[in-house]
């Protein structure tokens, strides 16, 4: 019966001890990947633009009958930036209303859709840069042209399902590397 006594206190004093701390959530965290500091390099393609893209990407011909589409791939990444280029031909409205629609078919996945304008007045290079967030199946997109003769597309997806939290540091690499590419466009 002393056994059962001490015990019970025993059983008590614990009890007490063990209340005094609140639980707390864990915070969100991200995948801590990284990957190599971008390096560019030119591109020389026939047609009518050239621009820099990362030592990462690797040039690949599009699947379309168009020439001057290409995939760029991203191996390490298992993502791909799709370009697609078209010739102004009195269609400049029609194409703008195009590549800005194609944003805005993710938002019944995304979770929010950004746009930034792009200008270079001194390389006739202007556009959007749209940024999406979210389990959509694009994470960036952008549309570039001089408004006159050439009009350029870029869009890029992952070779997975789309998981907003585990594509992250690979979709905000790409996302820089659309940037550059945006910036160094020069028409031929």
Known sequence: MRYLGYTAIFFIFCLMLSCGNEV???PKAMLA?????PAYQPIRLNCPYT?????????????SRNACWLN????LLNGTIFITYQPVRNNLDSLLRDA???????TIKADAIEGDIYTNDIHKVYGMFYELEGDAASQAQFYITDSTTH???????FNTQPNYDSIYPAADYIKQDMRYLMETLRWQ
């Open 72 to 75: 760029l791939d991203y191996p």
């Open 51 to 63: 621009f820099e893209i990362n030592q990462l990407a690797e040039i690949a011909p599009s699947k």
């Open 151 to 157: 009009f350029l597309t870029g869009a890029v997806y």
């Open 24 to 26: 707390k959530p864990k």
């Open 100 to 106: 800005q629609k194609l944003p805005l078919e993710h």
């Open 33 to 37: 990947l990284s990957y190599p500091q």
